[in-house]
């Protein structure tokens, strides 16, 4: 069953200044940016909303990815050693939405056959996939002068997430191979972020600033990094916007890997003297 949210008003009031993350593409906005199931939760809810000015069409599926070690996807079909697909234990509906513009709907994913799950993680990915509507009956195709059809069309696609978690988590993270690139425009640090354990993690790095001192300055800070099992490290580079109020010649940098709701999940200092 859908189920419609609010006037189309109000649904972008609730996008916009809600805390939960959105993700967009194309004129299709989706929230949550991630599902995960962990504990007794047994049913989630995604929301869809068209932002565009004419009707849409998503088909929705799952797919597989694995994480390159670059922080790219790329769909598998089988999964790697130490990865573990969650579609056999996932049900989703509909499986196909219809939206007016700026209409919202929401897809309902739902846990099932769990009783036999192993601990550790398992991961799916949600797929909405743009739908061109078919032609009417008797509408033809415009031809150019020579009588030859031809008509490209950009197909839409966007994803998430769907983990579920089961038992404790034994997941270490460590921060090495820090450097840092101060000849650009924005001094870039570059770092590699090193996972352990059973389950995959997701958090903010920020990079602060400790002048001689002892004054501390957020330099840069960036949001929703993950590391997916099976991988066991990241490479990750991002600039730090703010170094300008600072002296990167001088103090040290103090980075942290946090989860969304603050708890640390690694902790490195880097000398600039």
Known sequence: MITKLLSPLALFLILISSGIATYAQGDLMVMPK??????S??????????????????AISFIN???TESGNFEQVEEPEDGQRFATDFLRYFPRRVVLAP??????RVQLTRTGNLEPGEYRSHVYFRAVEEQIALGAEEAEDSEGISINIKTVFGISIPVIIREGESTTAINLTDITLDTEAENPKLSLVINRSGNMSV???LTATHIALDGTETEVGMVKGVSVYTPNSKRSFSFELRNAAEVDLSKGKLNITYKTEDGKVLGESQFNLN
């Not at 991630?34 to 504990?39: D, I």
């Open 34 to 39: 991630r599902l995960v199931f962990e504990g």
């Open 202 to 204: 997701y958090g903010n």
């Open 41 to 58: 939760e047994r049913s989630q809810e995604i929301n869809l909303a068209n932002t565009g000015s004419d009707t849409a069409v998503y």
């Open 102 to 107: 700026k209409e919202a709907q929401t897809v």
């Open 65 to 67: 990815y694995k994480m």
